[in-house]
Nanobody, 114 residues
Framework: QVQFVESGGGWVQPGGSLTLSCVGS????????MRWYRQTPGKEREMVASIGTLGTLRNYADFVKGRFTISRDNNKNTMYLQMNNLQPEDTALFYC???????WGQGTHVIVSS
């Protein structure tokens, strides 16, 4: 069974940047279309960005367009989320998962605050 582990979260001031990583194991990572999600207390998990198996098809939620970039390196079984111009409303627990809906990891916290 495929498993994903997120990392790279932390505290950043408004306008700052972070890059999240998602490492897959237990299956052939390159076969999975992937997504980044985020969740804040009291709200449902929402999709942030998605990427196809080859990394050429990418989609973003409107609230991150122009600020976040999703990418992947199948040789490293890793997906990334480069986040620029972070704002307090981006504070959330970020998760990655396959579009097919595999097991959820622990996520990585992003806190944007001055």
């Amino acid at each position: 069974q495929v498993q994903f582990v997120e990392s790279g979260g932390g505290w950043v001031q408004p306008g700052g940047s972070l890059t999240l990583s998602c490492v897959g194991s237990g299956a052939i990572f390159e076969r999975y279309n992937m997504r980044w999600y985020r969740q804040t207390p009291g709200k449902e998990r929402e999709m942030v960005a998605s990427i196809g198996t080859l990394g050429t098809l990418r989609n973003y939620a409107d609230f991150v367009k122009g600020r976040f970039t999703i990418s992947r390196d199948n040789n490293k079984n890793t997906m990334y989320l480069q986040m620029n111009n972070l704002q307090p409303e981006d504070t959330a627990l970020f998760y990655c998962n396959a579009c097919s809906g595999e097991s959820w990891g622990q996520g990585t916290h992003v806190i944007v605050s001055s």
